[in-house]
């Protein structure tokens, strides 16, 4: 199974219709492929106002990368995706995740909200998620799965914890 996310930023002074145009564009994905996108704010103190996230899991990489292929083509998604668009600030980030082997079939982050850390390999002692794309020498945990760093994680582990409320 693989977990992809794109991390995105709403401009400071448009925060309400961004967060409606990235709702409706992710309704609009759903309706129109099987990603099945589920949307998120960023909720930890930490987070940068208007920090969404969005998300998706399966388990076949090419058939993800079919339909996103085929997303694009689709004459109705570029007046969506562009006003999204234009109420973002900065450069998309995209990670991408590869879970643990013993992940059960119906896993998700969260149902409400999830908690995520990313660090550097060897942080973990149970089995993280690894990077398969956008986190080179990172692997990543969730509390849902109860992994847990060896020790607290400090500033000097360079680890980054974010929390994540459902949106859509």
Known sequence: MQ?????????????????????RQLAWIDAHTGLAMAGWLRSDS?????????????????WF?????????????????????????????FERWDSPVDTPDQWL?????????????GLT???????????????SWFQADEQRPDKAPTAADVCRTEEWSRIH
């Open 125 to 139: 002692r149970d089995p993280p998620w690894t990077n398969a794309e956008g986190a080179d020498g990172l692997v």
């Open 109 to 121: 982050p969260g149902e409400d909200w999830f908690r995520q850390t990313v660090a550097p390999l």
């Open 46 to 62: 930490d987070g940068t106002t208007g920090a969404i996230l969005a998300s998706t899991i399966y388990d076949d990489h090419a």
């Open 3 to 23: 977990l992809f996310q794109r991390r995105r930023w709403i401009q400071p002074d448009q925060v309400d219709v961004g967060l409606d145009a990235f709702v």
């Open 65 to 93: 990368i079919a339909e996103v292929a085929q997303l694009q083509t689709l004459e109705d998604y570029a007046p969506v995706n562009e006003a999204a668009a234009a109420l973002m600030v900065g450069e998309d980030a």
